[in-house]
């Protein structure tokens, strides 16, 4: 082969992107996968001109970087997977300073173990069908609220058959929760990096097996937690109860006032410009400091849920497209 066939055929294998940013560039393989880089900031259309980068959800996430947004992200989700943890040990530590306040036989303490975790599977089918039609943040919000409000007011339970239902109602949330923080915390993780920050997110769990521990050590033993409140007498176990409650009511209000939606789950139901800001914020947050700016790029999303692919533009990008 000539030198002239070798150059051309060097021009016709060179990538269709250029500049800083990500590109789809083909390399040889047995199964011809693409592989993309931040090399080009957008692609050529037809008529030489330059057109706006059509990205996937895959493609967008790593394109916003990985960086202090994953961190954060790391612990308010940590934090919440940890709640989760503190709840479903509560009682293992609880039942034999509660066995004489409640008069609990052992089949009693048996059923009160079992509570939480038929609450979970309750819980597991419903929020999971929810996280899909209303969104993962939402679910988390109140399914931690479900679970600290309903864990905390089972302290103040007089009898044991209403702090068996309020302990039921709390695995519900718990039930809604765990699997949905997993879900909610990957869509968010660059693919290279998800395994990795999984695993982080599972220590966690640890964590609040090690809290739960510490407050049943510092609190139950302790004769100044107790006291009357009415007719109810406020022993230590009931004011652990409170403390364990604490955490998830306070990721919930964490989701709330800081994290986005999932942009995995915006994409899908065909909110692009929701999922175009979630993709800003975690690109500033990430290069803060770098100077770089946040590219443009167009998203391709589902008109409704279900419904056919259409594109939805960044910044410049948009205005260029309408």
């Not at 500049?19 to 996968?33: I, K, M, V, W």
Request: hydrophobic content about 45%; some cysteine; proline content about 4%.
């Amino acid at each position: 082969m000539s030198r002239n066939d070798n150059g051309g055929d060097k021009e016709a294998r060179r990538p269709l992107l250029s500049g800083n940013h990500l590109d789809p560039t083909e390399l040889d393989s047995d199964e011809g996968e693409v592989i993309f880089d931040r090399r080009s900031s957008a692609i050529s259309d037809e008529s030489g001109g330059s057109a706006t980068k059509r990205l996937t959800y895959e493609e967008a996430v790593e394109e916003a970087g990985f960086g202090l947004f994953h961190w954060l992200l790391l612990a308010v989700c940590g934090w919440a997977n940890a709640s989760d943890a503190v709840e479903i040990l509560c009682v293992s530590f609880l039942l034999p300073t509660a066995r004489c306040d409640l008069l609990l036989s052992s089949s009693d303490m048996g059923l009160l173990t079992a509570s939480i975790f038929l609450g979970m599977m309750v819980g597991g089918y419903m929020w999971g069908y929810l996280a899909d039609q209303r969104g993962r943040r939402k679910v988390l919000v109140v399914s931690l609220t479900v679970n600290g409000l309903f864990g905390g007011l089972a302290s103040a339970a007089p009898w044991f058959w209403l702090f068996l239902l309020l302990r039921f109602i709390s695995g519900i949330g718990v039930g809604g929760s765990i699997p949905v923080i997993f879900s909610y915390f990957s869509e968010f993780m660059p693919r290279l990096k998800r395994g990795a920050m999984i695993s982080a997110l599972a220590t966690f769990w640890m964590a609040g097996n090690i809290l739960a521990a510490g407050l049943a050590w510092l609190v139950i033993p302790r004769t100044w937690a107790r006291f009357s409140l009415g007719t109810l007498d406020f022993q230590s176990w009931r004011l652990f109860v409170v403390l364990c409650s604490v955490p998830s009511t306070s990721s919930a209000v964490l989701f709330k006032l800081l994290m986005p939606e999932s942009p995995k789950f915006l994409m899908e139901a065909g909110r692009g410009e929701e999922a175009i800001r979630v993709f800003r914020l975690m690109f500033e947050l990430n290069m803060k400091g770098t100077g770089n700016a946040f590219p443009e790029f167009a998203l391709r999303t589902n008109s409704k849920p279900g419904g056919e692919t259409r594109e939805t533009a960044s910044g410049d990008a948009k205005r260029k497209h309408l």
